[in-house]
């Protein structure tokens, strides 16, 4: 499963608490990591100066995609674990297909070469008005760096993503405390692992 949302969103932190309340058959990744050459590709296009232009950076983001996969997630599903991602390729197909104006089945195509048709079971977005996670404390990286206007951008991308598979999709007000974003979220997941079970 994988948490999408604009930057502080609180992915992260629910990502985090979501695999402890779901115990050790659990592994949890994030996006661009989980690996030594998806660290790498995190800290260039997250925290360094230079400026990849968005065919770069999308292709960047696909390469320490396809390294997690085939490091990482595949080996994982393959032993029956469940794999909790905080991002994947709804990230890049918001942020470079849609706010970079690269196109979605663009960046689709590029990500599947790298990925092949991995796709997770359940997404979940947690959505935050981003005025709301701008005022949100921390160090901003290179994409909070460019303002609101591209948050917003991502942000719809993401919800017109949600609705065009909402099988898949589950829209969650991130607005709220944390305790019960966690609660909703737990909710989805086992309402979402009694229906697979079926």
């Known amino acids: 499963m994988t948490l999408e949302g604009i930057d502080r969103a609180g992915k992260s932190t629910q990502a985090r608490l979501l695999a402890e309340a779901l115990g050790p058959d659990v592994v949890a990744v994030r996006?661009?990591?989980?690996?030594?050459?998806g660290e790498q590709v995190r800290s260039l296009v997250k925290h360094s100066s230079a400026s990849p232009t968005p065919e770069a950076e999308a292709l960047l983001f696909a390469?320490?995609?396809?390294?997690?996969?085939?490091?990482?997630?595949?080996?994982?599903?393959?032993r029956g674990l469940t794999v909790i991602c905080d991002?994947?390729?709804?990230?890049?197909?918001?942020?470079?297909?849609?706010?970079?104006?690269?196109?979605?089945?663009?960046?689709?195509?590029?990500?599947?070469?790298?990925?092949?048709?991995?796709?997770?079971?359940?997404?979940l977005l947690l959505d935050l008005d981003p005025a709301a996670a701008g005022?949100?404390?921390?160090?901003?990286?290179?994409?909070?760096?460019?303002?609101?206007?591209?948050?917003?951008?991502?942000?719809?991308?993401?919800?017109?993503?949600?609705r065009a598979e909402p099988e898949r999709w589950r829209v969650v007000d991130a607005g709220r405390d944390e305790a019960a974003v966690h609660a909703e979220i737990l909710g989805l997941v086992s309402r979402a692992a009694r229906a697979g079970a079926r």
């Open 63 to 78: 390469a320490a995609r396809s390294q997690l996969v085939s490091e990482v997630i595949e080996p994982a599903l393959e």
């Open 135 to 162: 005022a949100r404390a921390g160090k901003a990286d290179r994409f909070e760096g460019e303002g609101q206007d591209l948050q917003e951008q991502v942000l719809e991308a993401y919800r017109a993503l949600a």
């Open 87 to 123: 991002r994947f390729l709804d990230s890049s197909l918001a942020y470079q297909g849609a706010a970079r104006a690269l196109g979605i089945d663009e960046v689709r195509g590029i990500n599947r070469f790298g990925i092949g048709e991995l796709e997770p079971d359940l997404t």
């Open 31 to 37: 996006e661009p990591g989980g690996t030594a050459v």
